[in-house]
Structures are given as C-alpha cells and as structure tokens.
C-alpha cells in the first residue's frame, strides 16, 4: 500500500512541475507600433560608407510554422534580395504566400529615415493568440548581404499570459550567406554554395574585423497600443457575414412587403 501511495504522489508530483512550466497562450488582439532607431555612424562604427543608409523595413506577424530568417539556415530569395539589394518584392511575395497558408498573419512595410540614423515607425503591427510571433529586417547599406533585424519574436510572454507592454531589442549584424564580398564597399561576389545566415563579429574579415565588438547598428522597440481579449477576425471574413445579414434584411423586407400587400 504504502508503495502504491509513493508511486502516486511521485507521479503526481512530477505532472505538476510539468504543468507549471507550460507555455499560457496570450488571449485575444493586440497591437504594437515597432520605432527603428538607427544608430550607424562614423563614430560608432568604423570604415562608414558615404552614402550609409538601411532600406526599406519589411515584415510581418506570423506563428510558428513560419520562419522568414533565422541563424543556421540558408536564405530565402526574398530575404537575399533585401539583403543584397533592399528589395522587398520577393520578400513579399513569400509572405503572401505564407499569408494563403495560414501561417502569416498581416504584412508591413515602411521607406525608413535617410543616413544611419533616425527613428521611423510602423504603427497597428497586429498579433493574436494564433499568430504571436514577429520578423522584420532591413538591409545595411550598401553593403554585400549584411542586413539587421529580429525573428521569430513573440510579443506574447509566455510564462504570464499577458501580451508584452514594450520591449527593445539591439540589432546586431548578420551575413545573409549569399555574397562574400568582405567590405561595405566591395563588389558582388556570389557566395557559390549559399552559406548559412550568420552573425558578423570582429572576427569576420573585412569592414568588421577589429579588437571590440561590434556595436549594433540600432534597436527595435515594440510598444503595445492596443489591446482587445477577442481575437479579430480577418476582414474577408467579417465581410461575409455581414452579406449574409444584409442578404437576411432583404428577404425578410420582401416577406413584409408581400404580407401587406
Ligand atoms: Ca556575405
């Protein structure tokens, strides 16, 4: 008996530690204004280009099953193209393609502050229970493939439950793995195979190499402005309904109108 009693509190025991750090999904709608604050200078940063400027800002709210960018894997076409390029036509296209698959939520895109600094923002960024996660970037430039930016950021904490207020997040460096040219500067050299995306450190040879780290080249801040505990539906969808109401008035309309005369 007594056996039987230990096994099922040991049992019982370990159910609750796994319960207790369990992901609490957050509830509803909310809504963030993402400020990019652009900090690249002649002083902060060595070997600064003339025309130093970062492209336009892309991304979008999306869940899990879909990753835009990350460390450790190669680029896509559209994260290539505004890593190299500051072109966001591919880019968007795979998040529309993301968006039909249910794995994307909303896009967003903005033309920044000229130079390396300056603060430009994207307000009524949309998350919700089902999508929580966010993923932006936006080229360094020029430069060969390197580009800032943050993935997979859920704006929901997890621990709680609740939506984050306002958090900031340093945007380091990364290497897109699709160009090995070695300075801001230099020409295109296609990187044949791709390489995995990659941070760039004082380590890397070329514009970085150096004895300090390298300072970031601005932050992301995410500030909530907007909180609703029922989670929005999509446009299309409410759209529908409110046809079919209509639709439901007119025939009840015409059944009146046949009744009285
Ligand atoms: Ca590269």
Sequence with gaps: ?????????SVAYFASIVSSTQAIECQGTARYTLTFLGEWTSQSHQHFPISAHFSTLVGCSHK???????????????????????????????????INLK??????????????TGTTLIPNIEVNSEYPLVSFITMIAPSPDWF????????????????LDSRT?????????????PNFDSRDQITNPK????????????????????????????????????????PSNTGAACSVKQLGYVVFAMILVNFCL
């Design 64 to 98: 899990t099953s879909y990753v835009m960018w990350t460390p450790g894997i190669k680029a896509t076409t559209g994260v290539k193209d505004v890593a190299e390029l500051g072109i966001t036509g591919a880019l968007n296209s795979e998040m529309d393609n993301e």
């Design 195 to 234: 390489e995995n995306i990659h941070l760039l450190t004082n380590n890397t040879e070329g514009s970085f190499k150096g004895d300090k780290p390298v300072r970031r080249f601005g932050t992301f801040t995410f500030a909530q402005t907007y909180f609703n505990p029922a989670t929005i539906q999509p």
């Design 1 to 9: 008996m007594a056996l039987v009693f230990v096994l099922w509190y």
């Design 148 to 163: 800032v930016g943050v993935h997979d950021y859920n704006l929901c904490n997890t621990t709680t439950g609740k939506w």
């Design 103 to 116: 794995k994307a939520y909303k896009r967003y895109q903005r033309i920044v502050f000229s130079g390396g």
């Design 169 to 181: 997040r340093d945007l380091p460096p990364y290497d897109a793995g699709t160009d090995s040219g």
